[in-house]
């Protein structure tokens, strides 16, 4: 159901180079998932996650079940097949949509309860329904059910004060025994896949600590660390970050969830992550935000408006090589203008965020793929030096 081999260490961080084989294929860490939470990578068709080397997508449990329902998907015999998708999918457990909800859920040992945000049904999301869905999804990777431990309060009274120590050491503990729950469910309904722990603690060295502990007790075959950015101060998610990475099980995968920006994704292989996922490259691409190899662009200013370079001149992907896959630092001169694209976004033309999103996925998977070679030739300093002093160029 999953294999991890360790195939070569950084000497001077915690950074791994490893090699991840689940049920629909192999994956080669570090590795970015792009995130498709309806069953879909939003504005990027299938062949296009292939052209650039995606080896792992997301899908949301939450949303999946609410639509299309569990019914229409286990009638293709799960997510695979439904979104035309060969190669491993991780879903998350539906914890932090249910997070999302605020006030409009209620939290009980048993689960929580909640009013559906399609169509208004009372539901009720438990460790056993998560596994229950996810196994009709049959995802390679499932999430443990949790609840998120937030940076501000869900105690209406705290009139949004920091979680206290106490409020997140009670979400941790919580989870815990959730985790528990999930183990046990899964392994009733002989789930063939794989099945994730999740760190919480909140803000807490200590907190998170023990539910590493909690977690390593249950024996789950890959360790995932939650509730970070989720509205805490970046050095409040990279204090945490460098405490708990390095603690993680040594032969067991390590998922950061929900993380981040390109320099997070550096510092977190450097903390011994080796598989991410996030919104930002897709959500900020359809906001005009594009990620290049000499810092962030947004092709909406006015700067642009008749500049013939593309995006980002080192790149291949479709949206700045076109079809040719040679960057125009090669010679390349098929790829689409920043001026064009600018053209897209101000009319509002669906082209226009679809290769956005191209490309930033495409620059995140390579980034990923530099690592990666890095690490193999023990070149991983020079790499991260290198990445920091190109990235602060500018665009």
């Not at 997301?58 to 097949?81: C, E, S, Y």
């Not at 499932?142 to 050491?169: H, N, W």
Request: hydrophobic letters at 35%.
């Amino acid at each position: 159901m999953l294999n991890f081999e360790l195939l070569a260490t950084d000497a001077d961080s915690h950074a791994r180079r490893g090699r991840l084989t689940l049920n629909h294929g192999v994956v080669q860490t570090p590795i970015f998932m792009p995130v498709g939470t309806y069953g879909t990578v939003k504005g990027v068709m299938p062949r296009s996650l292939h052209d650039m080397n995606a080896q792992i997508i997301l899908g949301n449990t939450f949303h999946l079940w609410m639509r299309p329902g569990l019914d229409v998907i286990k009638q293709f015999g799960g997510l695979h097949a439904f979104e035309q998708w060969n190669k491993p999918i991780l879903t998350d457990s539906g914890g932090f949509q249910v997070w999302s909800l605020g006030q409009m859920r209620k939290i009980t040992e048993e689960g929580v309860k909640f009013a559906s945000p399609v169509n208004g049904d009372k539901l009720f999301l438990t460790p056993e329904v998560s596994m229950q869905i996810q196994t009709v999804l049959n995802s390679d990777i499932v999430m443990q059910f949790d609840e998120c431990t937030p940076y501000l309060s869900v105690d209406p009274k705290s009139k949004g004060q920091i979680t206290t120590e106490a409020q997140a050491r009670s979400s941790m503990q919580l989870s815990l025994r959730w985790a528990e729950r999930c183990r046990d469910e899964f392994a009733r309904l002989s789930n063939p896949n794989a099945l994730f722990g999740i760190v919480q603690g909140g803000m807490f060295e200590h907190l998170r600590d023990e539910s590493l502990a909690g977690l390593e007790k249950l024996d789950f075959p890959g360790i995932a660390v939650g509730g970070l950015s989720v509205g805490e101060p970046k050095e409040d998610m990279l204090r945490i970050l460098r405490h708990i990475g390095p603690k993680l099980p040594a032969h067991k995968p390590h998922y950061l969830m929900g993380v981040g920006t390109p320099e997070d994704l550096i510092t977190g292989v450097q903390m011994g992550i080796d598989m991410f996922d996030c919104v930002m490259p897709t959500r900020n691409a359809r906001n005009g935000t594009l990620f290049t190899r000499y810092g962030d662009l947004k092709i909406r200013n006015a700067r642009h408006r008749s500049d013939p370079r593309p995006i980002d001149p080192s790149c291949t992907c479709y949206a700045c090589a076109g079809s040719s896959g040679v960057s125009w630092n090669d010679g390349g001169r098929e790829g689409f203008s920043r001026a064009y694209l600018h053209h897209l976004d101000r009319c509002g033309e669906m082209l226009g965020p679809m290769l956005t999103t191209v490309h930033n996925l495409h620059y995140y998977l390579t980034l990923m793929q530099e690592v990666r070679d890095a690490l193999d030739a023990q070149r991983l300093g020079s790499f991260v030096q290198a990445f920091h002093t190109t990235r602060a160029q500018g665009a």
